[in-house]
């Protein structure tokens, strides 16, 4: 079973910047991707960022340009540099993998860690 353990968030004014990291506690073999989700009150799960192991990276429309989602597939972890906040960014960032396999996907989830972005 991998853990994923996720640190970085807090509060920070409008045009702040904030990092999240994400570490698994094994390595995953195979064909997975890992990134980030997040989730405001009274809204669904939705995806922020997320790096394939080979470097492929997907972007919400509306972080482009200000987020970036990297990998250090030596340390099983990933990493979120969030720049130029905007109060809409507040939310509660999830740390997702999703290991593909030939039964299918399957997705493991961090605990979750706030982020509050003040105008």
């Known amino acids: 079973q991998v853990q994923l353990a996720e640190s970085g968030g807090g509060s920070v004014q409008a045009g702040g910047s904030l990092r999240l990291s994400c570490a698994a506690s094994?390595?995953?073999?195979?064909?997975?991707?890992m990134g980030w989700y997040r989730q405001a009150p009274g809204e669904e799960r939705a995806l922020v960022a997320t790096?394939?192991?080979?470097?492929?990276?997907n972007y919400a429309d509306s972080v482009k340009g200000r987020f970036t989602n990297s990998r250090d597939n030596a340390a099983n972890t990933v990493y979120l540099q969030m720049n130029s906040l905007k109060p809409e960014d507040t939310a509660v960032y999830y740390c997702?993998?999703?290991?593909?396999?030939?039964?299918?996907?399957?997705?493991?989830w961090g605990q979750g860690t706030e982020v509050t972005v003040s105008s």
């Open positions: 997702n993998l999703r290991h593909y396999s030939t039964y299918g996907a399957k997705d493991y």
């Open positions: 790096a394939t192991r080979g470097g492929s990276i």
């Open positions: 094994t390595t995953i073999v195979g064909p997975n991707a």
